[in-house]
């Protein structure tokens, strides 16, 4: 059986709204079979036992039927499907994350899905709902939450070819427990002075940058007075494409303000082996500094991820 049950005609609905925004150059048929196989990941959450380390994970008081992804609606018009979510793992930011095969474009739209939310999460007590959508839309209902920052491996890699080897030395480490602490140390100092991004900006796991690691992707560097920053990715696809999914791009208090992030990421990204021809990450709109990086190594927006919040309805 499908996931969720759908039929394969409803799988491939999913892809519709994507292809209606996907630049030009990402192959369509790639695309479509990316999003359903979308589906199928969160239908994976819906299994008893992902359910259950997510609540054990989470710790709220928290019931197996509201934890697990749900289809919130198969009509002629739509499919949606639906699952908890907690910003930045915190019990008292519940809000719910929507994939649908309609287009959420319009005030009309957003206010439909609006309604099948609260009424399904009224006993959660969820925030609101989050729905990817294509970038730039104004809509007086939503909040633009993070931003799919994506272009091209070589032309990133090229786009700041200042020579750091002067003041900085750039190693590859095989384990992150070789950056792990001091990356930990730096990240806490920094979000005691930065708490209007550390709200959204959340620190890398050592299983993350051990991923990293083990595809080649993670970046240290150092100067001498020891850890200067790192930069992090995974291989990841976007929209059936290969990609190198960036993860962290971290400098420590003295080599911030430089206007340095877009050399780093630059070096990284030419030091790399992975054969991706795309770069991409997900970006908080509220993460200024990244988002102008993001621009300066010529990636563009892709995607939006925009918050509804339910306490208008």
Same mark, same amino acid.
């Given at each position: 059986?499908?996931?969720?049950?759908?039929?394969?005609?409803?799988?491939?609905?999913?892809?519709?709204?994507?292809?209606?925004?996907?630049?030009?150059?990402?192959?369509?048929?790639?695309?479509?079979?990316?999003?359903?196989?979308?589906?199928?990941?969160?239908?994976? #959450?819906?299994?008893?036992?992902?359910?259950?380390?997510?609540?054990?994970?989470?710790?709220?008081?928290?019931?197996?039927?509201?934890?697990?992804?749900?289809?919130?609606?198969?009509?002629?018009?739509?499919?949606?499907?639906?699952?908890?979510?907690?910003?930045?793992?915190?019990?008292?930011?519940?809000?719910?994350?929507?994939?649908?095969?309609?287009?959420?474009?319009?005030?009309?739209?957003?206010?439909?899905?609006?309604?099948?939310?609260?009424?399904?999460?009224?006993?959660?007590?969820?925030?609101?709902?989050?729905?990817?959508?294509?970038?730039?839309?104004?809509?007086?209902?939503?909040?633009?939450?993070?931003?799919?920052?994506?272009?091209?491996?070589?032309?990133?890699?090229?786009?700041?070819?200042?020579?750091?080897?002067?003041?900085?030395?750039?190693?590859?480490?095989?384990?992150?427990?070789?950056?792990?602490?001091?990356?930990?140390?730096?990240?806490?100092?920094?979000?005691?002075?930065?708490?209007?991004?550390?709200?959204?900006?959340?620190?890398?796991?050592?299983?993350? #940058?051990?991923?990293?690691?083990?595809?080649?992707?993670?970046?240290?560097?150092?100067?001498?007075?020891?850890?200067?920053?790192?930069?992090?990715?995974?291989?990841?696809?976007?929209?059936?494409?290969?990609?190198?999914?960036? #993860?962290?791009?971290? #400098?420590?208090?003295?080599?911030?303000?430089?206007?340095?992030?877009?050399?780093?990421?630059?070096?990284?990204?030419?030091?790399?082996?992975?054969?991706?021809?795309?770069?991409?990450?997900?970006?908080?709109?509220?993460?200024?500094?990244?988002?102008?990086?993001?621009?300066?190594?010529?990636?563009?927006?892709?995607?939006?991820?925009?918050?509804?919040?339910?306490?208008?309805?």
């Amino acid at each position: 059986m499908n996931p969720f049950g759908l039929s394969d005609h409803q799988l491939a609905a999913f892809a519709g709204p994507v292809l209606e925004y996907l630049p030009a150059e990402y192959d369509a048929e790639s695309a479509a079979q990316a999003e359903i196989d979308d589906v199928g990941s969160l239908a994976a #959450l819906a299994s008893p036992d992902v359910v259950a380390a997510r609540i054990a994970r989470l710790g709220p008081v928290i019931s197996a039927g509201d934890m697990a992804e749900r289809l919130l609606e198969a009509s002629a018009e739509r499919t949606v499907i639906s699952g908890l979510r907690y910003l930045n793992l915190d019990p008292a930011f519940p809000f719910v994350a929507v994939k649908t095969t309609a287009r959420v474009n319009d005030a009309e739209a957003v206010d439909s899905l609006a309604a099948r939310v609260a009424g399904a999460y009224r006993d959660v007590g969820v925030r609101g709902f989050t729905f990817w959508e294509q970038p730039g839309l104004h809509q007086s209902s939503t909040e633009n939450w993070a931003t799919v920052m994506a272009g091209s491996v070589r032309l990133a890699a090229r786009a700041d070819e200042r020579d750091l080897t002067g003041a900085l030395t750039i190693s590859w480490p095989e384990a992150a427990t070789d950056v792990l602490a001091d990356y930990q140390s730096e990240h806490q100092a920094w979000r005691a002075v930065a708490p209007e991004l550390a709200s959204f900006v959340s620190e890398s796991d050592q299983e993350g #940058l051990q991923e990293a690691a083990d595809q080649g992707l993670l970046m240290a560097l150092r100067d001498d007075h020891g850890f200067a920053g790192l930069a992090a990715a995974t291989i990841s696809p976007l929209f059936g494409r290969r990609g190198v999914c960036m #993860l962290e791009m971290f #400098l420590t208090e003295r080599w911030r303000g430089k206007g340095l992030a877009p050399a780093v990421e630059s070096s990284f990204l030419a030091g790399q082996r992975s054969g991706a021809d795309t770069v991409w990450g997900q970006i908080h709109a509220g993460n200024l500094p990244s988002l102008r990086t993001a621009l300066k190594l010529r990636r563009r927006p892709v995607q939006q991820e925009y918050f509804v919040s339910l306490t208008t309805y």
